[in-house]
């Protein structure tokens, strides 16, 4: 803040500091509004837009997100090489680390972009972090330092008739049997076992799991956390998941696709209910179980991305990690780096609706990074059933309204489709276009 800024009089009726502070938290917002930004137009590859925002303000040239990451990172990590070249030209710190310790050249690295890689090594770049060539492993405390009642001996896990029935960048998720029942295990990787970034998220999702009491969430029976390998059992439920399912059925019958959703919504209203908010951030098809091959009860699974927040106020907006989660289901305001509260689950959550209505997910004729952008930008899936119900289509559409306060909450949701169920006329079938 300028000498000059804080020197005018306050009203009588203000403390003398008011003035000041104002403007304080003035400053402090445009700031925060100009990093996201140039944040924004480095990951759109808007290397105008990055220009125009450096010759206003340099010191943009080295913005952080919550995160700390920089817009060189952002350039980095998408191969977008003539944004880079600007912000190198502007002075971009080539070494800055985020909260992962990555530099832009580990991000180069760690994505395979050889253009931007060879400007970062010829700008002075170095290969640091948890991507990077030069990591060094440190000692990785515990998971959890103190033995729980939850805490299973893994001597007790039968894996002699074991299958895999999921895998993901971390871990696998096996079937198996704990004191002969089927469980599923999410297991972490051996080679990430040291990894701390890692092993913080699992103690994570193991942490908010035993806080999870619900009928249509999925149960959690217990955690391996003090011998390796680290794993999380759950119930097994024989179903398997709804990407399947719709990918088998295609387009689900009104009755069908409200039934599913009156389940999705009743575990989700039960995450969102305050002040302990637990903001999913990865609802999608693969993470919503059927409980059995009836596909009468599905389950809402799957907390890796999750964050617990507690609220002081009904409409607070948390600073997330944006572009968390899948990309087809996200919200704009995670795509865009943007501040968001729960209303990004409501977003996903129309889009799953959506894809059991239609048949198709999501933007099906793109790419899933392009079917986000293209939503970040304001568009939406188009309707193509026929004889569609006018009240179902509408919640959809405010449920994934750009603006996020305009979309409603789950327990709002809960009652609008339990009054379209109930005058749901029990003939009424879904047709879709035949062309």
């Known amino acids: ?193 040291d990894d701390r970034l890692v092993i913080q998220d699992f103690k994570h999702e193991v942490n908010l799991l035993v806080k999870l009491r619900h009928p249509n969430i999925v149960q959690f029976l217990g955690a391996v956390t003090e011998k390796k390998p680290l794993m999380l059992i759950t119930e097994y439920l024989r179903g398997g998941d709804l990407h399947q399912y719709l990918k088998e059925k295609g387009a689900l019958s009104p009755s069908t696709a409200i039934n599913f959703a009156l389940d999705i919504a009743r575990g989700m209203a039960y995450l969102h209910t305050e002040p302990n908010v637990v903001v999913h951030r990865d609802l999608k098809p693969r993470n919503v179980l059927l409980v059995n091959s009836s596909a009468d009860h599905l389950k809402v699974g799957d907390f890796g991305l999750s964050k617990l927040v507690r609220v002081k106020h009904s409409h607070d907006v948390y600073k997330m990690t944006g572009e968390t989660g899948s990309y087809r289901y996200m919200a ?24 059991m209505l239609e048949g198709d997910p999501p933007m099906s004729s793109y790419e899933a990074y392009e079917a986000a952008k293209h939503v970040a930008e304001g568009q939406r899936p188009l309707f193509r059933a026929k004889g569609s119900i006018p009240e179902l289509r509408e919640l959809i559409e405010q449920c994934w309204a750009a603006d996020m306060n305009q979309r409603p909450h789950f327990l709002e949701i809960l009652k609008r489709l339990e009054k379209i169920n109930t005058n749901l006329p029990s003939d009424h079938h879904w047709h879709l276009f035949s062309s």
């Not at 990951?43 to 450096?54: E, I, P």
């Not at 865009?336 to 799953?352: P, W």
């Open 332 to 355: 704009p305001e995670v795509f865009k780096h943007r501040k968001y509260d729960k209303k990004v689950d409501v977003f996903s959550f129309a889009m799953i609706l959506y894809e």
């Open 1 to 193: 803040m300028s000498s000059t800024e804080g020197t005018s009089s306050p009203p009588p009726s203000q403390p003398p500091s008011s003035s000041s502070e104002a403007v304080t938290k003035k400053n402090q917002k445009a700031r925060v509004s100009r990093t996201s930004l140039i944040l924004w137009h480095a990951h759109q590859n808007d290397v105008a837009g990055v220009r125009k925002l450096l010759e206003e303000d340099r010191e943009l040239v080295d913005a952080k997100d919550y995160d700390n990451r920089t817009p060189l990172h952002v350039a980095s990590l998408h191969g977008w090489v003539e944004v880079a070249k600007t912000l190198i030209e502007f002075g971009a710190d080539v070494n800055a680390q985020d909260r992962w310790k990555n530099t832009p050249l580990a991000d180069a690295e760690g994505a395979k972009k050889c253009e931007v890689i060879e400007l970062l090594k010829a700008a002075g770049g170095l290969s640091y972090g948890q991507n990077g060539s030069h990591f060094e492993p440190r000692p990785v405390p515990p998971p959890l330092s103190n033995k729980c009642d939850w805490e299973i001996d893994p001597a007790e896990l039968d894996f002699s008739n074991s299958n895999i029935i999921g895998k993901g960048s971390f871990g696998e998720i096996v079937k198996a049997h704990w004191r002969g029942t089927p469980v599923a295990i999410k297991r972490i990787l051996p080679n990430l076992l």
